[in-house]
Each structure stands twice: as C-alpha cells, then as structure tokens.
C-alpha cells in the first residue's frame, strides 16, 4: 500500500535534518533566514512547503502505482485457468436479457442504470461440482435467486438462457456446464431439548413472551448460516448452535433425515437422501427445515 503524505513528509525531514550540505545557507543574513531559510521552524516556510509539495507529488505517484497494480492484479485474476470457482463468479455476473459482446464473455453495460443492472442480475447463489456421467466428466453448476428474502429455484427461461450463456458463450470447449436448480432439501429431526424451567415454558416458548419458538428459530438460523458453496449440515455444529439458545440446557438429535426432489426420507441408496449420520451436503445448494416433519421433545432439567 502506499505511504501517506505524512510519511513521505517525514522522510524528507530526517533526510534535511542530516544533509550537511544544507549548512551552506548560514551566510544569508538573519532576515533572510527567517521564512525563506532551511532552519526556520515556521510551518509556512517556504523550504517546508516544498516539502509538502515533492511529499505530495509522491504521494499521487505511489497512489497510481496501487491502482496500476490492482488492475494487473484483476486482469490476471480474471484470465486464470477456469476453475469450478471461475465458473461460479460467471454465473453470479450473468445479466438476463441483456446480450454478451460479440465473441466475447463480457457483458457492456453503457447506457443502462443501476437498477437495470440490479434486476438483470438474477443470480443469488451458485456452487460448482464436477460429477461423471456415464464415464464423461461435466460440471453441474446449481443456481438459486432470491424471492421474499428466501433461497428460491430459478425460472425454466432462466434456466434456458443460463444453458445458452455457458455451453455457447463461457465454457472452455469440451467442457459440458449442467445448469440446475431446484426447491430446497428438507430436514426432518427428532429432538430432545432439556430445558431450564424458570427461562423455557413446556411447549419450548420463553416465559418472557418475546419468543414462541427460539429453538425452531435458531434451528432455521443455522440452516441458513451454512455456505451455499458447500452445503454441509453438520448436526455437532447444530447441537452447538442451539446450546447458544437461553434456556436450553442440553440439545439431542435422536434422528435425522433429509430428502429431495421425489424422494422420501426413508429411501435408501441415493446420495443425499435418507438417514443423516454426522454430514449431510444438500443437493438443491441450500436446505430448509420441514416443520411437518418435526417433533420436539421438551424436558425440564435442573441440576
């Protein structure tokens, strides 16, 4: 980073503090040694005001040299190898309705406002993952956009122009992009919650009234704290989670599930699907709790 003007300043003052040569302007007379003279401690002496002026002049130099360097930085950045992380920065900068340049995997924007830009960008999230198809390698990239403050699956012509944008447009030749998108995994859970009887009523409400369900809450919170990129639910992570909750003692999931698409929480042998022992990656991206499917055990607790 740059130095300030301050630094650049003080430099130059240790530098005429120890610079012998300057000695020689002792033979003006002691009028003119006053603001026009090298000793003079006045801050407006012309000699410290040139000082002001070489320290700044640096300082605007040093400041083109950071901006020079970002941009060279940026321009490497942005000319490496595509990886599944390059792939997923495409689909974040992808703009619906409004045409790449010519031959190019850049979008011109002159002419539009914020707000056009704004809404053209409908992608709230991606994740990239290579996957084998029947022995030929593809990229699956999962897309959501964002509806209500909520994780929501894109529209089917999103879906058709994401296609267009990556297998025409972006994508290194022979490489092949899936695009999808989809409503969120669901979890269900069995839980005992012990709980502190003077903070936590029976049905898990605080007694104080300002939260009917803070363990669902925070359930949901946690659900919503974990990385799109990823996707891991991890249930030692959501047990500590809810040990934050004021009054709940002790968290205990006894059981479970996820499910996604057509699939059933008992169905076996599928990725992604079934009974959850530690891990859980959610296929959809993202993952909400299904409140029909939970069941809540509160047990008082005292020591």
Known sequence: MGRSIKEIQQTILDAKATAVELNALEVLTEQEQTLNSANSTSKVAIWRLWVWIIAFAQYVQEQYWETFKAEIEKRIASSRIHTPKWYREKALAFLYGVPLVQDTDYYDTTGLT????ANAKIISNAASVRVVQNGYGTLRLKVVRTVGGEYAPVLPEHLTALDVYFNQHIADAGTVVNVTTGEADLLKLKMDIYYDPLILGADGSRLDGTNPTPVITQIKNYLKSIDFENGKLVLTHLTDKLQQVSGVN????????????AYDYGTTGVQNVGAINEIRIADAGYMKLDESELLINYIPYSE
């Open 114 to 117: 914020d707000t056009q830009i």
């Open 250 to 261: 002790l968290p205990v999931v006894r059981e479970a599930y996820s499910k996604y698409g």
